[in-house]
């Protein structure tokens, strides 16, 4: 029988990414998992603040560590241009873990760089430092790892690849940590992580570990789980893809007692949607749920799977084509003429329904309001606040949402580069946050500015400009002393 | 945190030409410019007993749409135009234009009796005004330019609407990225021989066609508020 885990993401650092320079977020949970090892309030948290401000660039690096824990590579198309030049991007990432009765705190630290040449995105180093816990955090266990095998040259000369720790009497037991080093050149090859991917996940499940040996794996099988099949990060991008009205990306959490189905699944919605039978069946299941929660939202609305042709494909296996339909008051049409709100709910709802009621959920989606409803959302958001037990880890731009939210939710962006995320300080329970927010970005008072208008104040004259490039036809009449002056001021 | 400077100005095309410049000079105060379309002094309804409340409208309406605090407000700072307002009724002569057309020595008009009484009530207003120094707890402040802002900075007088935009774009094209110079400007081709002290600048232009002519105390307002 399997133990019950839950992985929840505490604090989120980063540093050398896209516009930030350094950046730290501490999550709703931070100080009630570091100090009394529990997890108490709805872990909603809102990141909020002016265009460029650094808020997608948290979800994006969000987006990497799911994608790293769970043993795949960074693609290069992606990512590349968001890294600086000849310098390390960091992210380092602490996670509350519960793994039956034992509960631990760990922090992975990654270091990425780009490789312009391969074009690859390969990992530097990585580092996985972990606490268990006892009364309290016991004595911190940590493991090093950088990668030598870039180099192809390390691989001729047989460097040999290695697991540092501080403390070797502790890593001394962990026999994981011994022979790396065929691992460690196929995660040069791959790009990939040392502790998490798929090999190492398999060799950790060894009979007869030592307390060293279980605590390790304790850790990097949770984190690894965690990142396949319980933390969903939607990009904006994939909605573009929901623009292009091909198809809606439904993000998808079922779990049953033998299996759990996670990702994205295209429900396609010009008729080209196959499926195997098994994935048909339950994303029947996941429509199902959908429509449950879309009447509460929108009353009259349901989404239909109809099932258009069943056939054996060349493996012998029955292929399901659908196609999908929305049903407003008996009245079908196919779901593509939707508006985006409303495809971007159909995206989002099976996930936010599953965080909801599971506490091992984490959901981190860029612009959670794009298209939506505000007072809709505001509902959306304040539900979950209240009772979700799972994480949701949004951007935003909508105010209104502000409003559902307490202090602690609220992260706000800022203009400083160097200190890209604040929580906004001095708001009393009286205070409506969404005007404390605007008085801040009009007034500052917040440790960090959140807007600077200085350069926007420009931008109707900018336009007036722009499209009189040649001036308007008129002169002001300095004297010639002034216009001097103005000459070389 | 910052406290946020209130101008109120007559026209929207005052607003264009002045609220970057202040806003750039006083980058650390957040700067707003309300306009009142200059129904302060000629609206008749508008008299001493509810001007403050008027003016009031304007802070009120900015610090609820920007969720501020009434402490949240440093200073309000009104500029008029003085319009000729304080010269000898001699000086409104006949014209044949429904519109008031200044120049350097006259007012005029097709219905002088129109003119005696606008700069009575305006007159009338700026004097209360100028003895004012807070409204509802903030502190209040009033300057002018003569004989209004197109006169004092573009040195033109009787502009269309369309010129006036014209001129106030331009205007700011000219003093974009060296808005420092604003102020030397105003002390070089404005002020025009008014003195230097707040009370004494009032009047000075009270006397004569001083309020038909070129001139402003608006510099004072820099002096007074030494620039951070």
Redesign the interface.
Known sequence: MKEKKLVRILESELENFKNVEYGDIRYVNYSNAEYRAELKEPDINGIYGQNGSGKTAMIEALDMLQRIMGGKTISYEEYAGMFPENRAMKLSTVFFIECGEKKYKARYGLSLKKNTEERRIQIHSEELVYWQRGVSWKKERNAFFCNPFYDTQSIMEDTSAQVVSEDKGAAGKIRFFRSVQNLAVFCAQKNVSLFFNEIFYNSLEAEGQNDEEMAFSDVVKALFEFARMRFQVVKVNQLGANYSNAFIPVNIHAESENEILQGCIPLFMNGRGEFTEEIFTKLEHVVMAINVALKAIIPNLSIELIKTKEEKNKEGITVVQAEVYSNRDGKKFLTKYESEGIKRMVSLLNYLISLYNNPSICLAVDELDAGVFEYLLGELVGVLAEEAKGQLIFTSHNLRIMEKLDKKNIICSTINPKNRYISLKGIEKTN?R???Y??AV????QKERLYDD?EL??I??AF??AGNPE?????????A??LE??KN? | MDKAVIFIVEGATDKKALENIFKKIYRHKEIHFEFTHGDITSDEKINKSNVEAEIYKFVDNYRKDKKLRVSDIWQIVQIFDTDGAYIDDSCIVQGESAEFVYSEEHISCKNIQKVKKRNKHKKELMDYLLTCSGIKGIPYRCYYLSSNLDHALYNKQNLSDGLKRKYAEAFYWQFMGKEHLFIKYLDMEVVNGVPDGFLASWRYIKEDLHSLQRHTNLNIYFKENPIL
């Not at chain 1, 001036?471 to 004297?479: M, P």
């Open positions: 409506n969404r005007d404390f605007i008085r009009v007034l500052g008072g200085t104040q420009d109707g004259y007036q400009k001036g308007n036809d008129v002169e002001i009449d300095f004297s002393e002034f002056l103005l001021g």
